[in-house]
């Protein structure tokens, strides 16, 4: 945008003038605008150009990536509002070519011949490619686009519930491996969680006729051992732990 106007969004009166038309625009036409700002390598938490480019907006929203094909949004500015939850978007490789054919056919437009035929037959250089599927025809350009977003809380929510579920195969998978059984604190050192997590885990397997517990040794010495019961429904539906 800037250099299609010949302006600088280092100098505050430039980009000054930039966010203006930007403004005229939003009048005019009784839309929203969106400007997508990156930022400097020396530090990903600000926005590239002049103080306008966080002085003007109404909302400010960072992405930030995280973990495989994941990006982490939230608001550093708002006006007039309160603070935009923030969400963590799931991107999946979407095929242009083919996302826009099926935008054309959900308007009931006929599909133009060139993006039939030629339109991205030929990549430009650094273009995000993959191959296709089958055969050996030449990479298609793809984009990322959101597959499905969620809050940070429910996001973490979900975490910490697939992270006990896997605990609570670890403990199965270990007692399936131990028949004469095992007391918590072997449990523990093993699947290396603290100890009141581990509690709380055999309580529930417990509760829910998974695993038994029996008394071993008497008096002072005896201890708590829990033996697998029957097998762990999902066990056969998840992966093996990773080494």
């Known amino acids: 945008m800037a250099a299609q106007s010949g302006l600088s969004i280092v100098d505050p ?10 403004d005229t625009l939003a009048r005019q036409t009784g839309a929203s605008t969106l400007t997508i700002c990156h930022s400097p390598m020396s ?23 995280g973990e495989g094909l994941t990006t982490r949004l939230r608001s550093v500015k708002t006006r007039d509002r309160s603070d935009v939850e923030p969400l963590i978007l799931t991107l999946r490789s979407q095929d242009v070519q083919q996302w ?3 935008s054309y056919a959900v308007e009931q437009r006929p ?14 250089p650094g273009a995000n490619t993959e191959e296709r599927i089958a055969g050996d025809g030449p990479p298609r350009l793809t984009s990322l686009v959101v597959a499905s977003g969620m809050s940070v809380a429910a996001a973490a929510a979900s975490a ?11 403990i199965c998978r270990l007692l399936a491996a131990t028949p004469d059984g095992l007391g918590q604190r072997a449990i523990r050192e093993t699947v290396k969680l603290r100890d009141e997590k581990v509690a709380a885990l055999l309580a529930d397997l417990q509760a829910e006729g998974v695993v038994m517990v029996a008394l071993q040794g008497s008096g002072r010495t005896a201890k708590r051992v829990y033996r697998l019961q029957k ?3 999902p066990l056969a539906q998840l992966p093996p732990k990773a080494a």
């Open 13 to 22: 009166s430039e980009l000054g003038r930039i966010l203006a038309a930007l």
């Open 43 to 65: 530090d990903q938490n600000k926005v590239a150009g002049s103080y306008p480019i966080m002085g003007n907006p109404d909302l400010v929203l960072q992405a930030v990536r």
């Open 111 to 124: 599909v133009p011949a060139t993006l039939e035929v030629s339109d991205f037959d030929d990549l430009t």
């Open 231 to 233: 097998p762990h429904a």
């Open 160 to 170: 910490t519930a697939a992270a006990d579920e896997r605990a609570r195969q670890d």
């Open 100 to 102: 826009l054919a099926a």
